[in-house]
């Protein structure tokens, strides 16, 4: 990927509320190479900033106007601001000044499928921040079924953390203690979103009786209910089929659950949702089937958001044929990257307003984990990069495709997901008052995704190779 330049913009506040955010005032440059040992550092950068003749954009409207800050909080957007000799200027003009990303689905430092990601609190965020993204939720995975366990667990892994994160809050099993401890997490720890799986049988999945019950757990918190939509006992006899035929290889993994099967338990999660009469928040929608629930749920009046995934948008499956094992299993996610034509319909999907916002699912290892399954692709640990690429390939996507507006682009990256998770203005709009948390995008230049260049510590990347007519500035001023 390119290079960018080395000023940077990002708040350094206290910050806890309804997502449970970090408490660290520590940020680190890592968008350019610093190690890690140097995050954290102090600067000798002014904690007044302005920012000038740019265009500001925010997800109801753009205009060209100047940008000030102090103290990393924005405290005047209009055109022709004044400052003092003491205020460190920027000149954005022909520039897009825009929120940070916020990306709503990560899985930093997770334990999974034998391993864990490759990517902890501190990698995973140096190339979100590479990348544009300010901010990001991860989800909390309990510790024997304990979410308090689990969460104090996870503050352990994010005490490396450079920038912004909240959580959500992965519910495995179900009993009283279950259903106290999750009161816990809303009252006491600020997380507000709880996530089900209806998939990895034997593992995270949860039966309908489970999720039922969830359900109605959120419903009377006032907590939004997630769900990870495959019908799991059916994924479990289609591995099991793919091996008895002789098909062990990332193909099976596709070929073992199909879009019908994320289609299905999408529209059992969305009636199950509409009987409690609950919010229900649908992850990773990675097909036409899928989607067509949700389209359907949303016509007729139902509050159901679509939450698409960067991979399900810009790829298609045909990766997951190749010959070479490594390139094949660095693919390998669930849901399924999906064949050539649910990509174009989830952007559609998007662009209409059907689907809401855009995340990444990052959740990455490298091939050496890969290889674990490199006999039998059930045991090929799950999961993609793209908390880095996001912004660019959304933006070369839909953008400069003409399937969305700039503003547009703000929302469904950034203002949307500040909004259903409850820290919108302060995070997700260039607004007074709001957190600076800006980045400046340049709108003609270009950028190539490289597996060599990342920031991620993966040594793949399902973008290899992928260029594009936009690259990102991104700045950070810190200061002591």
Known sequence: MAHFLTYLLLSFLIIYDSLGLSQSNQFCDAGVGYPESTCGFSSSSSSKLLIKGGTVLNAHQQEVADVYVEDGIIVAVKPNIKVDEDVTLLDATGKYVMPGGIDPHTHLAMEFMGTETIDDFFSGQAAALAGGT???????????????????????????????????????????????EMEIMVKEKGINS??????????????????????????????????????????????????????????????????????????????????VNTPLYVVHVMSIDAMEEIARARKSGQKVIGEPVVSGLVLNDSGLWDPDFVTAAKYVMSPPIRESGHDKALQAALSTGVLQLVGTDHCTFNSTQKAFGIDDFRKIPNGVNGIEERMHLVWDTMVESGQISVTDFVRITSTECARIFNIYPRKGAILVGSDADIIIFNPNSSFEISASMHHSRTDTNVYDGRKGKVMSIFLFVPYA
């Open 134 to 180: 300010t901010m990001h939720i991860d989800f909390v995975i309990p510790v024997n079924g304990s979410l308090v366990a689990g969460f104090e667990a996870y503050k352990k892994k994010a005490k490396k953390s450079c920038m912004n994160y909240g959580f959500h809050m992965a519910i495995t099993k179900w009993d009283e203690s279950v259903s106290r």
């Open 194 to 275: 709880f996530k089900f799986f209806m998939a990895y049988k034997g593992s995270l999945m949860i039966s309908d009786e489970l999720l039922l019950q969830g359900l109605e757990r959120c419903k009377s918190l006032g907590a939004l209910a997630m769900v990870h939509a495959e019908n799991g006992d059916a994924v479990f006899e289609g591995q099991k089929r793919m091996i008895d035929l002789g098909i062990t290889g990332p193909e099976g993994h596709a070929l073992s659950r199909p879009p019908v099967l994320e289609g299905e338990a999408t529209a059992r999660a969305i009636r199950l949702a509409k009987f």
